[in-house]
């Protein structure tokens, strides 16, 4: 809008003085200003209190993480791989050639398949390798179980090749060599399988016997170590790929394909077993364990290559206690120790996120903020019992990690805060420039024209220069009356609204004023014990009691409480049926149950239940049809079925019929019905405890209700 001129040209007067304005000229501005300003301060405090707010949160849920790691880390010790952890402290260095660990057992059942495979998933120990085998390579805990190495795993091969008692060339059977690197002796077994079964079915199964090894193969008269024991099996399904190694037996009970083998080796150890024999007590596990090396390498007929070689690279090492880390947040260490040992078994601490940045201005407002009732530094200690002592996890953590996650996320979060105050200060500038300027330059001029003319034209022009009223036909003026108009009208109806729910609250609590007298009446009239039409009085009382005592019905059964205590359900539902023409519901059939059946229930609302849905069934049975009761009761649930003959309700409808409001669409608008009954019912049933559903059947519809049994 263009500034009109009031210099000589307009007017035809003296160029005018302007003279020297109040405060009160400058309020409006000073205002505006004002509350610009208070803007940014409050955009800034609000960011600073969310910030305090954030910083106290996340204390609180530090705390709660904090004892949730250290309880996961305790009961990951505390399982068997775990314990297999706590034994084998990590020693660093390649996974391979094979070092044993020391089973949280005292041995192995080497014997049967299924336990020495739980055993060794249990306890997590094999180091698994890219073609899909997998061995551990283990002692047991006490080395008076016979000091035994075992050698359990797993490895994929086409049908097993046995070999027959007496044969000597193995080279065209499956067979195990076992090479043992201890204290500068090398031994070396050879172990070819011998069947028990149909040779290359599936399922097969048979031993591995063990000979020592002198790299010229079998010779004639060969003897067995005798403590050598092994077994080897395959079964499973059929793995992806062609057999390997064995062409296909027309005769097997299976097609030739390769399938997992799982193998199972005890080794005897002679140096462990002489120092049994030895005094003082011998060492367990021995000091040099680590320094043993192990390789076992699995063989297919005809083959010089191994199916299965515990040296392949790319061997992924079992859990270890180094794995811990990755449960740790940022600021956290774990400690463990054992009891008598003079430093810990292992320290980690929690990696910090490489790619969160923060600012160091904002790292130190972070910890500037205070935070009620917080300590820095927290700690939990938990001991963990295993078979060689008890060990002490420590896990400590630094609250100010949390200040360096907060002090990330506030960084990240600071560039949007940063545009705030940006979009405020262009908007300041905006509308300083395109408005404020503007109406300071016009109330210069007006006040000029009223100090400097007493004109009367002029003071007409004057006249035209109110804005006292922002209605108007410019943009501020159509805008500020459009809105006083819009809010109005949602002011009035708003204003309506509430008149119109009060009336409504008013309305129930009188209609429900008028029920209760006469009612009360009618009990009085019917009050003895042996009047049936007392039952239903009562049960009247209770429904108007519940439906008009709050503002609608909705409401009113969600906030009604239940009496549920034990019930009788075979007696309750009985009586039920013997009454059920009072409630105008003939040919009510049931049988009773022999025994009682208690459930946990409230004997007035699971009247009203099983009413409302008799009532139902009686509106939708074909006429001259029984309604049938039954009952039926596991260990912990009742189950009554109602049922009726009839049309079937339609599938989207079977559960939207326990919604409040929707009635039968077959029965009409004029029915007067509301879709209330089965509501009534799901909410009760549910404040029981128990649930309610709708199924069809081949000759109608049967309602289940299922009641939790009483003791």
């Not at 708003?494 to 007298?517: F, Y």
Request: aromatic letters at 6%; a neutral charge.
């Amino acid at each position: 809008m263009k500034v009109p001129d009031f210099g000589v040209a307009r007017l035809g007067v003296p160029k005018l003085t302007v003279p020297r304005l109040g405060l009160a000229s400058f309020r409006r501005r000073i205002l505006f200003r004002g509350a610009f300003l208070l803007l940014v301060l409050a955009t800034l405090a609000l960011a600073l209190v969310l910030l305090k707010e954030e910083k106290q949160r996340s204390y609180q849920n530090y705390r709660l993480s904090f004892n949730k790691t250290l309880a996961e880390i305790v009961a990951r010790l505390r399982h068997p791989a775990g314990q297999l952890a706590l034994l084998n402290p990590p020693r660093g260095g390649p996974v391979t050639p094979l070092r044993p660990l020391v089973l949280p057992y005292s041995a192995l059942d080497f014997d049967d398949q299924n336990k020495a495979q739980q055993a060794i998933e249990m306890a997590g120990c094999s180091v698994h390798y890219p073609g899909g085998g997998a061995v551990c390579v283990a002692i047991g805990n006490n080395p008076y179980a016979g000091g035994f190495l075992y050698l359990v795993g797993s490895f994929v091969s086409g049908p097993l090749a046995g070999r027959e008692p007496g044969m000597i060339e193995i080279d065209q059977v499956h067979r195990a060599r076992v090479t043992l690197d201890m204290r500068g002796e090398v031994s070396r077994w050879i172990a070819p399988f011998e069947a028990q079964g149909e040779p290359g079915a599936a399922g097969a199964k048979g031993r591995l016997t063990g000979f020592v090894d002198n790299g010229a193969g079998l010779v004639k008269h060969a003897r067995l170590v005798r403590d050598f024991r092994g077994w080897l099996w395959q079964n499973g399904p059929c793995i992806d790929g062609p057999a390997a190694a064995a062409p296909p037996n027309p005769e097997a009970a299976e097609p030739a394909c390769n399938r997992r083998a799982f193998f199972s080796i005890r080794l005897p150890v002679d140096v462990f077993r002489e120092a049994l024999f030895q005094k003082p007590r011998p060492v367990w596990p021995p000091p040099d364990l680590e320094r043993i090396l192990v390789r076992i390498e699995m063989f297919g007929p005809g083959s010089a290559q191994p199916l299965f070689d515990s040296n392949a690279p790319g061997a992924a090492p079992p859990f270890s206690l180094a794995d811990l880390a990755g449960a740790l947040q940022p600021g956290e260490t774990l400690r463990v120790l054992k009891k008598g040992a003079p430093a810990p078994v292992v320290t980690l601490k929690g990696a910090e996120d490489p790619n969160e940045i923060s600012s160091p201005w904002l790292s130190q407002l972070v910890r500037q903020l205070p935070v009620e009732g917080e300590p820095v530094a927290i700690e939990g200690r938990e001991v963990i019992a295993t078979s060689a002592g008890n060990y002490e996890a420590v896990l400590a953590g630094d609250l100010r990690g949390v200040d360096l996650a907060i002090s990330a996320v506030a960084t990240r979060l600071s560039w949007f805060i940063a545009a705030m105050l940006g979009a405020i200060v262009l908007a300041w500038l905006v509308i300083e420039i395109g408005l404020i300027r503007r109406i300071a330059v016009l109330t210069r001029r007006a006040a000029a024209v009223s100090y400097n003319v007493q004109d009367a034209q002029v003071e007409q022009r004057i006249a035209d220069l109110d804005v006292s009223d922002l209605r108007g036909s410019d943009e501020l003026g159509i805008l500020a009356g459009g809105l006083a108009d819009l809010l109005q009208r949602v002011k009035d109806d708003v204003r309506r609204e509430h008149i119109r729910a009060q009336q409504e609250r008013d309305l129930w609590h009188a209609v429900g004023h008028e029920i209760m007298s006469p009612l009360q009446s009618l009990m009085v009239l019917h009050g003895k014990p042996d009047d049936p039409s007392g039952r239903y009085i009562a049960r009247m009382q209770q429904a108007v009691r519940v439906l008009y005592g709050t503002a609608s019905p909705s409401e009113a059964l969600e906030a009604a409480t239940l009496q549920v205590a034990a019930l009788d359900l075979n007696a309750f539902l009985q009586n039920l049926a013997a009454n059920a023409h009072f409630a105008g519901v003939e040919g009510v059939r049931f049988e009773p149950a022999a025994a009682p059946v208690p459930v946990r229930a409230d004997e007035f609302p699971l009247e009203d239940v099983v009413t409302h849905i008799l009532r139902n069934a009686d509106r939708h049975r074909i006429a001259g049809t029984p309604i049938t009761l039954s009952l039926g009761t596991t260990d912990s649930i009742a189950t009554v079925s109602i049922h009726n003959q009839g049309p079937l309700i339609e599938p989207a409808l079977l559960e939207r019929i326990f919604e409040y409001g929707v009635s039968d669409a077959n029965a009409g608008q004029g029915a007067g019905r509301r879709g209330q009954g089965l509501f009534v019912a799901k909410t009760y049933m549910a404040k029981m405890g128990g649930t309610v559903s709708a199924q069809n059947v081949a000759d109608g519809v049967s309602f289940m209700l299922a009641l939790q049994r009483a003791a």
